[in-house]
């Protein structure tokens, strides 16, 4: 039995009131070996509510509950807060409880098993803290976020990108999907890197903890790990690579591509009209704002952006709702005659956008 002695967080007459604890919490729901599936489609519905019975202490008080989860089996060596109350049930959407799935260290789209837990204890210090049984559950998580490559090298003090050869301000490439790895991006170089020691590297993580990939020594494309540096001369490059070998579901693998672009917008409503054989109106790359831009006088008309005068990449309107332009998609439009500051961003990989002011 558990005493508590001059226990002032309670609101009783008594001044030095004895406390005594009864009964721990019990876990009600969920039951024991319950799978979830997290929706990433529905992130603000229901995904789960637990449910338990009131911790009993001697007098009448307000009880805080923290409610936990830790990987399966760890016996909460590394416990997350799932939420805490004072009432004796939470709720948690899809895209709260998967934020604390992953946190706790399930992977996405793989099922795993959790342990979870609720802990009872009284006043602002949370003295006499007692915990329920603890039950498994199943939870297969999701991610919205795509996979990286990062590229540190010697071109980034130089273009705007940090430190040279440092992860944490180097550009990224994203892959098309979770699980995937056909990387993409843009990356601009402000001055030739092409010796033994200059150029870049191809990281599967933020640090060189993870895989490493470089030129295979022909630099005819392929890459190996960790393979050699990689050079270019200045310009701004559509970079693609893919670090996985050849396979039925990923072809071109174990490759990389650098594209020099210099892009420019073009249509009916530009000056110059669509092209073929009229020239494309050129923008200019501010190296600050990692965009580019052009102030230009619009008619009501429509209007695409393409690199290096030709139509193999251009940008249009987003066609599939996943917030970026797409390659060959539909023309954008202008409304309203007049002169307009016209922005281009691809600094967010595979997150590609524009504005006209």
């Not at 590394?78 to 604390?100: D, G, H, M, V, W």
């Not at 191809?202 to 005819?220: A, E, L, V, Y």
């Amino acid at each position: 039995m558990t005493l508590l002695a001059g226990f002032t967080a309670c609101e009783v007459e008594d001044k030095n009131p004895i406390v005594e604890v009864g009964d721990k919490p019990v876990l009600v729901s969920p039951e024991e070996g319950t799978s979830y599936v997290l929706d990433p489609a529905n992130p603000t519905n229901p995904a789960i509510t637990v449910v338990w019975n009131h911790a009993k202490y001697s007098i009448s008080t307000e009880v805080n509950y923290d409610v936990e989860i830790a990987l399966a089996g760890t016996e909460f060596a590394a416990p997350i807060s799932l939420q805490t109350t004072n009432a004796r049930q939470i709720s948690l959407s899809n895209e709260q409880f998967n934020a604390k799935v992953l946190e706790a260290g399930l992977i996405p789209f793989t099922a795993g098993s959790l342990d979870i837990r609720v802990k009872a204890s009284l006043g602002t210090s949370n003295v006499m803290e007692v915990i329920s049984n603890d039950i498994t559950i199943n939870i297969t998580p999701f991610t919205t976020d795509l996979p990286k490559l990062w590229l540190p090298g010697s071109y980034q003090t130089d273009s705007g990108y940090g430190s040279d050869w440092t992860h944490s301000t180097a550009p990224n490439l994203a892959a098309s999907a979770y699980g995937k790895t056909d990387f993409e991006g843009f990356v601009y170089f402000a001055t030739t890197e092409v010796s033994p020691s200059d150029g870049f590297k191809f990281t599967n993580q933020s640090d060189w903890n993870g895989g490493i990939f470089g030129d295979d020594g022909t630099f005819s494309g392929v890459i190996t790990s960790p393979g050699d540096n990689i050079g270019v001369t200045p310009g701004y490059y559509y970079i693609k690579a893919n670090t996985k070998p050849t396979t039925s579901d990923n072809p071109n693998g174990l490759s990389y591509s650098l594209t020099p672009t210099i892009w420019a917008i073009t249509g009916s409503a530009t000056p110059n009209g669509w092209p073929d054989p009229a020239p494309d109106h050129d923008m200019t790359y501010n190296p600050t704002t990692k965009k580019w831009e052009i102030t230009i006088a619009l008619s009501a008309g429509e209007f695409k952006f393409r690199a290096n005068n030709g139509w193999s990449l251009n940008l249009g309107a987003d066609n599939d709702g996943d917030d970026s332009m797409d390659f060959g998609g539909p023309n954008l439009t202008v409304s309203t005659p007049g002169t307009y500051t016209v922005i281009l961003d691809l600094s967010n990989p595979r997150k590609y956008t524009y504005s006209i002011q």
